[in-house]
Structure formats: structure tokens, C-alpha cells
């Protein structure tokens, strides 16, 4: 009869998988600032002008001036890039196991059975 050597596991606690999460969260932001900035550099100017977004965004879509439609194009290039980005990432945990902070911090996800 072989023994079979079962490695040792050791629970994570919630601080370390809080800060994996962190860490993911700004990869993400990063990627999709950086790829706004590439393909429609317009976006975060529009964004750093805009004055009262949520009072425009709640307003008749009729009564929108020129700038505030300039602006709800910007929000949804910036929605755009961010959904992609977040399908990659999640495209990047079910493949490879783990996301990029649980790559950092050394996180193994496991099964205990």
C-alpha cells in the first residue's frame, strides 16, 4: 500500500484575499485608464471638464446641449473599455486559476476534498 503525501493547507483569511481584491481593482482601472487614453484620448478630458454629471444624466434626453451628449459618449466609451477589461480579467481567472492579485500575493484557491 503507497502513502499518498497530502501538502499542508492553511486557510487565508479575509485581509489577504480583501487586499487580492485591491489589487485586481486597480489593475483593472489601470488597464482600462490606459487604454481609454490610447484609443479615445477625448474621454477623460470630456470627463475633467464636466461639471455636474449626474444632474445632466437624469435630465430629458431632448433637452441635452451638444457638450452633455459629447459627455454621455464619453461615459459610454469609458463603460465600453471597462466591460472589456473585466472580461478579460475574468477570462484570465477561469483559465489560468487565479487573478493577478492572487498571482501577487502567492494565492492558491483550492478545494479541501
Known amino acids: 500500500m503507497t502513502a499518498s503525501i497530502v501538502p499542508e493547507t492553511k486557510r487565508i483569511g479575509f485581509s489577504q484575499r480583501a487586499l487580492a481584491y485591491i489589487i485586481d481593482n486597480f489593475f483593472i482601472s489601470l488597464v482600462a485608464i490606459l487604454l481609454i487614453n490610447f484609443f479615445s484620448p477625448d474621454t477623460l ?12 444624466l437624469l435630465s430629458p434626453p431632448d433637452s441635452l446641449s451638444g457638450n ?12 465600453s473599455y471597462l466591460s472589456a477589461v473585466s472580461i478579460l480579467y475574468m477570462l ?9 492579485g492572487k ?7 483550492t478545494d479541501l476534498n
Open 92 to 100: 484570465t481567472e477561469a483559465y489560468s486559476g487565479a487573478s493577478p
Open 45 to 56: 478630458r470630456i470627463f475633467s471638464q464636466s461639471q455636474d454629471i449626474m444632474k445632466m
Open 68 to 79: 452633455q451628449k459629447e459627455i454621455i459618449q464619453a461615459i459610454a466609451a469609458f463603460n
Open 103 to 109: 498571482r501577487l500575493l502567492s494565492l492558491q484557491i
